[in-house]
C-alpha cells in the first residue's frame, strides 16, 4: 500500500507484472520498479471524474438522459454564506427544486444511464495522452452517460497495455485503445460530426503543442480539461520560452500561480478565436505542482469580436509588487450595437507611485473570471453529498470551497507576508488586516492559489496605508532603511486612510472557520512531479492521466 493506493500481484498476470487500484479501477503494469505513478495525482483524477460527472448530467439532460450515480442521493448545492455562517436559503431550498424538476422529468421519460454502461446518447471522450489508460478506465467505472472513449497513446507498448486495462477492467466495450499522435487524432475529429464532448489532455510538461488541435476537435459547448506541468515557465522563470509555447510573457512574482492559470486560458482563448470560437472557465485550480483547467468551447463571431477586451497586459513593480492590469481592446454601447476599439494606456507612468521602482510588463493574460461559480457549486455539491465516492473528498470539498469564495472579478492578488516583509515589519494577523480592508468598505477573500493571499478591489495605495498604520503600532528601525530602498519610500509618506485593525465577524470565510482542508499537506518525503519515466517504457511517462 502506498499513501491509500494499493499495489499488488494476482494470478493470471504476466511475470513482473504488478496491479495498482486507485478508485474503481485496477491497472496492470510491467514491473512496480519501472512504474511512472504519482500517487498525489490522485486529487487531479478524481477531481475530473467530479467535474465531467456534472458536465454529464447538464449536457445529458437536453438529451433526454439521467445519470445514475452510486451512492449519490438528494442533490444539495452547497452556496457559502459570510453574513450567518449557513447555507443559503437558495442552497436549502435546492433538493426541493430539483425534485420538482425530476417529477416534471419523469413526465418526459428520462432514460437512465449507469456507470460502466454505453449510453448511446452519451458523451464521446477523448484522453490523448493517455500511457497505462488509469484516467479512461475510471471515466469508464465511475462516470455515466458516456457513448465511448478513446484512450490515445503514441507508443505501441502504452496501447497494447491500454487495452490489456480494458479488458483487465471489463470497459472495453466502451474503451478503445488508441496508437497515434494526439494531434493528428484532434485534428481528424474537426468535423462537426466527428468532434469529441470531452477531451482530456494531461502530459508531462507542456500541453502547448496540441492546445490548436483541442480547440477545434471538441464540440460545440463540449469540455476541455488540460493540465499544464512546467511551472518553472509559467511562473516567471523563464519568461521568453512561456511567451513561445503560450504568447504570454510570465514574470516572477507572488501571485504567479493564478497569472500562470490566466496564462493558459489565454492562449487557449486566443487559439479558439482563429477559428471563430471562444471559452468559458467552468473551474481553473493551481494545486500542488501543477494547474489544471477545465473549459467549455463554443462558436460565434459575434463574442469572437469582444474577445480582446477579456485580456489584459499586466504591469508589475520589481520594488513593492503593486501591479495594474491593461485591457487590449474595449467596447462601448451603441444602442443594439458594440463597438470595439483599442485600449488607452499606460495606467501607470515609467516608475511605481508608491516605491518608486520600475515595472515589468507580462502578459497578456486572460483577465476575466476563471470560474463558472454556479457550476463549482453543482460538482461541490454532488462531492461533499456523496463523500465516499473519492478518496480525496475532503480536499476536492475544501478547494472547491476556496473557489467559491473567491472574487471573480478581481484579478490575481497580494500576499501579506510579502507586503509587511517589503518594509521589515511584523506580519498583521490575516483577519485583522481583512476587517481593515472591510471597514474601508472595499472587499476582500482568500485564493485557493495561496494560503496567505489577499485578493482585494482595494486599490494598492489603499493597501499600503494599513500597513502604515500597522506600522506604527510595530515600528520599524527607520535608521537601518536604505534612503532609495521601497520600505523607505513607502513609509515616509503618510497615510491618507487611518485603518481600522477591530476584527470584523465576516472577516473569517466559511472555509477557513469550518477547517476545511484546503491546500496539500506532504503526503510523503521528495513528493512531487517525478522524474520522467525510463526510455523503452515511454507508456509510463505520464501516470498523470
Known amino acids: 500500500s502506498l499513501n491509500g493506493q494499493t499495489w499488488s500481484t494476482e494470478p493470471g498476470l504476466l511475470p513482473g507484472e504488478t496491479v495498482v487500484r486507485e478508485g474503481k479501477a485496477a491497472i496492470l503494469f510491467p514491473s512496480a520498479n519501472e512504474v511512472f505513478y504519482n500517487p498525489v495525482q490522485e486529487f487531479n483524477r478524481d477531481l475530473t471524474c467530479a467535474v465531467i460527472t456534472e458536465f454529464a448530467r447538464e449536457q445529458l439532460a437536453q438529451r433526454g438522459v439521467r445519470i445514475l450515480v452510486p451512492g449519490e442521493k438528494d442533490r444539495v448545492v452547497v452556496r457559502l454564506s459570510e453574513e450567518n455562517g449557513t447555507e443559503d436559503q437558495e442552497a436549502s431550498e435546492q433538493p426541493e427544486k430539483e425534485q420538482q424538476n425530476e417529477e416534471e422529468g419523469d413526465k418526459k421519460e ?24 488509469l484516467r479512461s478506465v475510471r471515466f469508464a467505472l465511475e462516470v455515466p452517460g458516456l457513448k465511448s472513449i478513446t484512450a490515445n497513446d503514441y507508443s505501441a507498448k502504452a496501447a497494447a497495455l491500454i487495452a490489456r486495462n480494458a479488458q483487465h477492467n471489463n470497459v472495453s466495450h466502451i474503451l478503445q485503445a488508441s496508437q497515434r499522435d494526439a494531434s493528428m487524432v484532434m485534428y481528424e475529429a474537426r468535423g462537426k460530426k466527428e468532434r469529441y464532448d470531452v477531451i482530456d489532455l494531461d502530459p508531462y510538461g507542456s500541453p502547448s503543442p496540441f492546445l490548436d488541435a483541442a480547440v477545434q476537435a471538441v464540440s460545440e459547448g463540449g469540455l476541455l480539461c488540460i493540465t499544464c506541468t512546467d511551472m518553472a515557465v509559467m511562473a516567471g522563470n523563464s519568461g521568453e520560452t512561456c511567451y513561445s509555447k503560450y504568447g504570454s510573457m510570465s514574470i516572477k512574482s507572488r501571485y504567479c500561480h493564478e497569472m500562470a492559470l490566466r496564462i493558459i486560458l489565454h492562449s487557449l482563448d486566443q487559439r479558439a478565436a482563429v477559428y471563430q470560437r471562444y471559452i468559458e ?7 500542488d505542482f501543477y494547474i489544471r483547467v477545465f473549459v467549455r468551447v463554443k462558436t460565434g463571431q459575434a463574442v469572437v469580436k469582444n474577445s480582446a477586451s477579456k485580456h489584459a497586459l499586466l504591469y508589475n513593480c520589481v520594488g513593492c509588487g503593486a501591479f495594474h492590469l491593461q485591457r487590449m481592446g474595449k467596447k462601448m454601447s451603441q444602442g443594439k450595437h458594440m463597438k470595439y476599439s483599442a485600449a488607452t494606456g499606460p495606467p501607470v507612468g515609467p516608475n511605481c507611485e508608491h516605491c518608486r521602482q520600475r515595472h515589468q510588463l507580462g502578459g497578456p493574460i486572460w483577465a476575466e473570471p476563471i470560474h463558472d461559480i454556479k457550476f463549482v457549486q453543482k460538482v461541490l455539491g454532488a462531492v461533499s453529498g456523496n463523500p465516499t465516492h473519492f478518496r480525496t473528498s475532503k480536499r476536492i470539498e475544501g478547494v472547491l470551497s476556496m473557489v467559491t469564495e473567491e472574487l471573480q472579478d478581481v484579478p490575481l492578488y497580494y500576499v501579506l507576508d510579502h507586503l509587511s516583509s517589503t518594509v521589515h515589519c511584523n506580519t498583521p494577523p490575516l483577519l485583522q488586516f481583512r476587517s481593515a480592508l472591510l471597514h474601508a468598505g472595499y472587499r476582500v477573500s482568500l485564493s485557493h492559489a495561496c494560503k496567505n493571499a489577499v485578493k482585494t478591489d482595494a486599490p494598492a495605495g489603499v ?16 535608521e537601518r532603511l536604505s534612503e532609495t530602498s521601497p520600505a523607505q519610500h513607502i513609509l515616509s509618506a503618510a497615510p491618507t486612510l ?9 472577516a473569517n470565510p466559511q472555509s477557513r472557520k469550518r477547517h476545511l482542508t484546503r491546500f496539500q499537506e506532504n503526503p510523503q518525503a521528495n513528493w512531487g512531479p517525478k522524474a520522467r519515466a525510463k526510455s523503452g517504457w515511454v507508456i509510463l511517462l505520464m501516470l498523470f492521466c
Not at 432514460?111 to 484522453?127: H, M, N, P
Not at 472557465?281 to 494545486?287: D, I, T
Not at 493597501?463 to 527607520?478: A, F, G, Q, Y
Not at 487611518?498 to 465576516?506: G, W
Open 110 to 133: 428520462y432514460i437512465t444511464a449507469s456507470v460502466g454502461e454505453r449510453c448511446e446518447q452519451g458523451l464521446r471522450v477523448l484522453e490523448g495522452l493517455a500511457a497505462s489508460g
Open 281 to 287: 472557465p467552468l473551474l481553473s485550480v493551481s494545486v
Open 463 to 478: 493597501l499600503w496605508d494599513i500597513i502604515r498604520c500597522w506600522e506604527k503600532s510595530n515600528p520599524v528601525k527607520r
Open 498 to 506: 487611518q485603518a481600522c485593525f477591530e476584527i470584523r465577524e465576516d
